[in-house]
Nanobody
């Protein structure tokens, strides 16, 4: 399974970005998908996850109400819509796939990772 993340960039605080993660080489529709981020000097942390069916989503408290995760199984793509961005959202964002369908917030349950896309929010 290969994951290709895109959509990062530089944005002013209060702005929006939409990240995309395109999957290939596997059965995307059966995978739980997650987004994680790693800020400079910090450990990687959970951001959001979506069950394989798309009907159940999970969010870190720090992004709840501002970020929305979604997926299009026909396009083998998962999205992260980020609104009202804050400087503390600055990080490299990674998408990840869990073929077993059990991964939510623990990065150790995700088997496949994208290369990351950088998000910088300036104040």
């Amino acid at each position: 399974v290969q994951l290709q993340a895109s959509g990062g960039g530089l944005v002013l605080a209060g702005g929006s970005l939409r990240l995309s993660c395109a999957a290939s080489g596997g059965t995307f529709s059966s995978y739980n998908m997650g987004w994680f981020r790693q800020a400079p000097g910090k450990e990687r942390e959970f951001v959001a996850a979506i069950k394989w069916s798309g009907g159940i989503t999970y969010y870190a408290d720090s992004v709840k109400g501002r970020f929305t995760i979604s997926r299009d199984n026909a396009k083998n793509t998962v999205y992260l819509q980020m609104n009202n961005l804050k400087p503390e959202d600055t990080a490299i964002y990674y998408c990840a796939a869990d073929p077993q369908g059990v991964g939510v917030s623990s990065e150790f349950l995700y088997d496949y990772w994208g290369q990351g896309t950088e998000v910088t929010v300036s104040s």
